[in-house]
Every structure is written in C-alpha cells, then in structure tokens.
C-alpha cells in the first residue's frame, strides 16, 4: 500500500494526462451501444465518464493543494534531462488552470448523461479526450508539446462540435476546422522560429535563452513570437480574430459549449506563459514584447463584444459574445504586465469561466421550456419554472456583469486597483462600460425570457430533469462558494502570480544547475552562413 | 548567377506557402483542403530549414566535428503525422457538410457553377 501510495505520488504530475487517456481508450473499447435497445452500454459508460471525472477532479485537488506549498513540480518523462527530454512542470498556474478544467468537466459529463451523449456516438471518450488535451496544455513546459496537445484538444473539440450532428453545426464545424488547422500552420512556423533563434524549447530554459539571443537573431525570435501571439489570440478570440467564436460555440449542443468555456482560456494560459512569463520582463531586447498589442486589442475586443452581445438574437449567441467580453476583460489585466494584474486576471477567469459554462447550460434548459421558440431572444409561452431559472439566471448575470457580493464583482475590482499609469482611464471606463453593457444585454434577455409572457401560447410542458438542474446548480454552487472563499483564492493567485515573474526559481527548478551555462546551441556544426557557432 | 541551396530553399517554401493560402482562400471545400495541405508541406519544410541546412554532417553525435540537428527533424515527423490525421478529418467533414447542405460553398449558396 506504501508502494502504491508513493508512486502515486511520485507520478502524480502526468497523471492528469493519464488518466484521461485511459477512460476515453476504455470508453471506446467499452461502446457506447449506439442502437442497442435499452442501452445497457450507454449507462456504463456514463458511470465510468463520471467516476473518471470525480478522479481526475481529486488528482487536480491534490495536485493543487502540493502547488500551494510553493515551488515547482518537474517531471521528466524517460527521466530525460531537462531541456533535451519532454519536462511536465506543475506550479501554481498550472494547478488552477487543472483544477478548474476537473471542476468543469464533472457538471458537464452528469450533463451530458442526461440526455445529450445518447444523439451521436462517443461522447464521453471525446470529452475526456479533450480533458486530455486541456490537462496536457497546462502541465507541459516545453513549447512544442503544448503545440501536440493543443492539437488533442482540437481534434477532440472538432468531433464535439458536430456531437449531434445538423446542418448547422457543420456549417460552423467546417470553417471552424479549416480556421484552426490554418493556425495550427502559424503555430509551428512560430514555434520554429523561436527555436532557430534560441536553440530550445523549453519553457524555462527559453526563459533565460531570449535574453541572451544575438542581436542579428533578435527580430527573428521576435516575428516568431508575434506569431504566436496570433495563434493564441485566435484560440482565445481576441480582437480582430474573434469573428468565429460565437456561432460556433451557439451551435455546438449544450454541454460542449460549456466545456469549451475553458477553451478560449487555453488561449489566455498560454499568452500568460510565454508573452508574459518568457517575453516578459527580464527578456532582454525582447522585454514585454506584446505589451503595445495586447492591452488595446484586448480593451478593444471587450467593448466590440458587448457591442455584440446587445444584438444578439438567441441566448447562447449572446453568452458566446459574453465569453468574448470576458476573455478581452482578462487579456486586458494580463497586458498590465504587473504581479497585481496577473493575479486580478487569474481570479476574474476562475468567475468567468464558471459563469460562462453555467450560462450555457442554463440556455439549454430555459430554451427547452419555451416550445417552438427555444432560445431565440423572442416573446413566448411561459417556461415552467420561471423562479428556478430565473434566480440562476439572475445570479450568473450579476457575476457576470460584476455587481457585488459575487465573485466576477471581486475580480473586476481587482483589474480595477491593479491599474496604474497612463493606462488606467482606458481600463477603467472600458472594464465599467462593458459591465454597463453586459447589463443591458442581459436585463434585456432575462426580461424577454422570463417576463414577456403570452399566455395564449403553451411554452415547454415540464421542468427539466433533475440530472440537468443537478449540473447547472452545481456550477452555480461552486461560484457561490468562489465568492465566500475569495481571500484564499485571491492569496493563492497572488502567490501564483508571484511565482510566475520569479524565472530564476522556475528555471533551477526545470534544469538544475547545469542548464543555464550551456552554450547557445546544443549541436555545433558548420551552419548556413559557413562559420563555427 | 549562381543560385545559392538557401535562396532555392527559401523561395520553395514560399512559393507553396503563397499557393496554399490562394487555394485556402477560394469558396469550395476541396481548393481549401488542397491548400492547407500545401501550407502544411510549406511549414513542414519550414521547420526543417529552422535546424539550419546542413552540407555533409552526420545525423547523429559522433566522432565528427558536430552533427545536424536532430530535434527540427523529431518536430517535422510530429508535425506530419498530426496534418496527416486533421487532414483526414477536414475531409470527412467537407463530405458530412457537402451532405447536409447539398452544396459544399462555404457562403452555402452556389456560385454559378454545376452542382
């Protein structure tokens, strides 16, 4: 048992990987029994997706409260020395961003049990699928895996998409795959030329390669960065790169637009490790490479995306315009380039992404009880249970908007107090407007849904399934609890924060001592231009 | 005027490079499958060219002088396999799309064209 419980200890970074890799390989040997009669194989798999997920959600818990205690935890697949093997490091960035993907991924695997995984085949094995991939991008440091799992989480993401299939969802499907495959393109360019420009690509150690990069390789490590930046701004949907994300994630069903809440902040988390960690400050002539870009872009996107947000026709359209407001609110507090900002930015996205998700569950449900109507933003039928749904509704947009006691209040005050500088008038009347905004919008959607009643017509006959409230109050709960436990969350982004500007720390952890007296490339050789490196 | 590996290696990649984005920019699904395909050859290339072009070295550490560097190599071979399997994907999706929207035009109208 000691055995067991040590090795489980000492594996415990690459578990998360893991263990999702091995419920979708079992979920897929089991069958989903599509076309059986009664199903017997559907509720086994149900079972075994969610006890894979209650799983997963006690490793990130444990993974988290290790990363809380401070350092880094490094993990060398093969046992490879670091910067030539593939290194998994877990800090506190990357616990938070673990433990909110589980905290997602449990309400939406219940979800889903309630009806959805039985209209296409292999929902669950796709969803832990793309929990591999999500868990993958944020416990890797190494830039090439984070390109490898960015791809698992896309491919799976693809399937998820079209889960249900209709001529709608492949209308967005198509686009969406081509788009993404065009920015996988981009990434490897980027990614390749960050490497011919500083000979690796491990995170830390890169962290202290670009500020000793030649001069005459500088604008080369630069482009490649910018094209990062690129690609990251598309995963996240920033401005101008955004176009695609609301009826994507508006035709998408239910509890795949919920999971892909987390998507967009896959975009963020990487931005924040490699604009703002490796290119950030101590990064030589690279130094806060981004900063121009990133703080108007993201102002720019928040306000285009309420703007959005105000026209839009259905519920799910209008959340999806929301994520984008949201996403920008983020990138904003990250471009600050300041300790207070990334922490403020890491708070705001745990609220976000919670409300996101809920919101659009809570679409499905509010639009299954208005008849024919469904979620189109349009007077009907009243719903069945209108003080149910619409308290959640009410709470969420509160959260959203960012009124107080909720967390997404917390969080924008955060951003708020974190500004400083000539920047703090733009942040502070774009982050209050776009609350305005975001207010307007939802007042407007929560009166249409909920009180622009025609009694004449009949909306949905029963309330929903308690396996579907279960899953939509439970992410409601865990925003509640968000806002009672909101000082030791915020000490821990703080400490989170702080630990992401200490690069000397993160690379003795990653590479020992050996690793930042190496030579600037590992091969030597006579190369391009004919001399001796 | 001698033509140099590096100005030929270059201007190939951009040559695919710059045919892969007209092709990906067209209305019909097939041209854009085409031109990520070609994009993905370009970048492939690409990544390969980043290990630097390397005239008569050993691929592997030895006893020689140096050796070319093994890792854009490694990259290059991931990066085939996954545009090899989204590659297949975007095809069976165009054919789903095409099927559910009897016209594989990416505005869903027709162009003028035969069906």
């Known amino acids: 048992m000691n055995v067991l419980a040590r090795l489980l200890q000492e594996h415990l970074p690459v578990l998360p990987v893991l263990l999702p890799l091995a419920t979708a390989l079992l979920l897929l040997a089991l069958g989903d029994g599509a076309g059986e009669r009664g199903r017997p194989a559907l509720s086994r798999a149900r079972a075994v997706s969610i006890v894979s997920a209650a799983l997963g959600l006690l ?105 249900a299939q209709g001529r709608e969802r492949f209308r967005f499907g198509v686009p969406y795959v081509v788009l993404n495959l065009a920015a996988s393109a981009l990434f490897l360019i980027g990614v390749s030329l960050v490497y011919a420009a500083a000979g690796t690509l491990n995170l830390a150690h890169l962290a202290v390669r670009v500020a000793q990069v030649a001069p005459a390789d500088t604008a080369l490590l630069q482009a490649g960065a910018m094209l990062l930046l690129v690609v990251f701004g598309f995963k996240a949907a920033l401005l101008p790169l955004h176009l695609w994300l609301p009826g994507t994630y508006a035709a998408a069903c239910a509890p795949v637009s919920a999971l892909f809440a987390i998507m967009t902040k896959v975009g963020v988390y990487a931005i924040l490790r490699v604009h703002g960690v490796v290119f950030g400050d101590g990064a030589g002539a690279s130094a806060r490479l981004v900063q121009d870009w990133l703080l108007p872009l993201a102002l720019a996107s928040s306000l285009v995306a309420v703007l959005g947000a105000l026209a839009a026709g259905t519920l799910p359209r209008l959340v999806g315009w929301l ?151 439970s992410l409601l709960a865990l925003l509640l609890a968000t806002a009672v ?49 | 005027m001698t033509l140099s590996l590096e100005f030929l290696v270059a201007s190939g990649i951009g040559w695919i490079t710059a045919c892969g984005i007209y092709l990906m920019l067209r209305g019909r699904s097939f041209p854009v499958v085409l031109g990520l395909t070609l994009l993905g050859y370009a ?66 109208g027709d162009a003028g064209g035969p069906r």
């Open chain 1, 59 to 163: 490793l990130a818990v444990q993974l988290a409260l290790d990363a809380d205690a401070g350092g880094w935890r490094v993990y060398r697949v093969g046992d490879w020395p670091a910067p030539f093997g593939i290194a998994l490091v877990v800090d506190r960035l990357s616990a938070l961003m673990l433990l909110l993907t589980q905290l997602l991924l449990l309400p939406v695997a219940v979800y889903a049990s309630g009806g959805w995984d039985a209209h296409g085949r292999h929902f669950h094995a796709l969803l832990h699928l793309q929990v591999m991939g999500l868990n993958g991008a944020f416990v890797t440091g190494d830039l090439f895996n984070l390109f490898v799992f960015f791809e698992v989480l896309l491919v799976a993401s693809y399937v998820l998409l079209v889960h």
């Open chain 1, 323 to 473: 994520t984008i407001a949201s996403v920008g609110t983020i990138l904003a507090a990250l471009g600050l380039f300041t300790a207070e900002g990334w922490s403020a930015a890491l708070f705001y996205m745990v609220n976000s992404t919670l409300v996101i998700a809920a919101l659009f569950l809570l679409s499905e449900l509010v639009g299954a009880q208005r008849g024919e109507v469904g979620e189109r933003l349009e007077p009907a039928g009243p719903v069945a249970q209108p003080t149910l749904l619409g308290t959640m509704l009410l709470l969420l947009a509160a959260s959203m908007v960012g009124l107080p006691p909720l967390p997404g209040f917390i969080g924008k005050l955060m951003i708020l107090q974190a500004a400083q500088g000539p920047v703090t008038p733009w942040l502070w009347s774009v982050v209050l407007l776009v609350g305005f905004f975001s207010l307007v919008g939802l007042a407007r959607a929560g009166s249409l849904l909920f009180w622009a009643v025609e009694p004449g017509r009949g909306g949905g006959a029963s309330g929903a399934s308690p396996r579907l409230l279960i899953a939509t109050l």
């Open chain 1, 485 to 533: 436990a909101a000082g030791p969350l915020q000490r821990y982004t703080d400490a989170a924060a702080a630990q992401l500007a200490d690069r000397a720390g993160a690379a003795r952890a990653v590479l020992g001592n050996a690793g930042a007296a190496q030579a600037l490339r590992p091969y030597r050789g006579l190369d391009a231009q004919g001399g001796h490196r």
């Open chain 2, 43 to 108: 970048v492939n290339m690409f990544i390969f060219a980043m290990g630097r072009l390397w005239l008569a070295m050993p691929p592997i550490v030895g006893a020689a002088d140096g050796a070319a560097d093994p890792l854009p190599q490694a990259l290059v071979l991931t990066a085939i396999v996954i545009g090899f399997a989204t590659t297949g994907l975007v095809i069976e999706m165009a054919l789903r799309s095409r099927h559910e929207a009897g016209t594989d035009h990416v505005d869903g």
